[in-house]
Structures are given as structure tokens and as C-alpha cells.
């Protein structure tokens, strides 16, 4: 496959996608962060005169995105394993064990 069709594949496979926009809806804490770094990048409070602490606040952000979104991603794991675990045949997780066990019956020599 040459180059210039697997870039169409790409293309193509994004355009079924929905829009970033439509994306973070359903990803408030993402969206919240994304717009925390646009404050950065456009000094919306007007406090950072030196690329230093530009680039200080932007490694904060990142890294704080990071682990929320290494957080949400295990969370999903969590739920979509638990999911299958719970569609599989012969489980059944929502009644109690009532038995003890079986006794011997007879006493050991």
C-alpha cells in the first residue's frame, strides 16, 4: 500500500469519527483541563511574563492530564473486564454462597 493510500485510510477512518467538540462532551475533566492549558498558551490571567514560567505551568497541566487520563482509561478497563467477566457463562456474582463446605464424615486414623 503506498503512502498516499494509507494517508486516505486514515482520512477516511477519522472522518467517521465525531468532532473533538462532540468528544469532550462526554469528557468534562478532559475539556476542563484542555481549556486550562489554552489559558497558558494565551495568558488569559495576564500573570506570566517569562517563557520559564509559561513553560512550568504547561509541564503542570500536562502532567496533571496525564494522570487523569491514565485514571479514566483504567477505570474503563476495569468496567469493560468486569463486563465479560459477568457475560460469561456459569458466573453469577449476585447470590450469596450458602454452603460451608462438606464435613467429614468419617474421623482420621
Do not use: Y
Not at 26 to 46: C, S, T, W, Y
Not at 52 to 58: C, F, G, I, L, Q
Not at 61 to 75: D, F, I, P, S, Y
Request: aromatic share 4%; hydrophobic share 30%.
Amino acid at each position: 500500500m503506498s503512502e498516499k493510500e494509507r494517508f486516505s485510510v486514515i482520512e477516511t477512518g477519522c472522518s467517521r469519527k465525531r468532532s473533538l467538540e462532540e468528544r469532550l462532551k462526554d469528557q468534562p475533566e478532559f475539556k476542563a483541563r484542555i481549556e486550562r492549558m489554552l489559558d497558558v498558551i494565551e495568558n488569559a490571567a495576564g500573570d506570566v511574563e517569562k517563557a520559564a514560567e509559561a513553560e512550568r505551568r504547561v509541564i503542570e497541566e500536562l502532567r496533571q492530564m496525564g494522570n487523569e487520563v491514565l485514571h479514566g482509561w483504567a477505570r474503563r478497563q476495569q468496567q469493560k473486564k468486569e463486563v465479560e467477566f459477568n457475560s460469561k457463562l456459569g458466573v453469577n456474582r449476585s447470590e450469596k454462597k450458602t454452603s460451608t463446605g462438606t464435613h467429614n464424615l468419617e474421623k482420621s486414623k
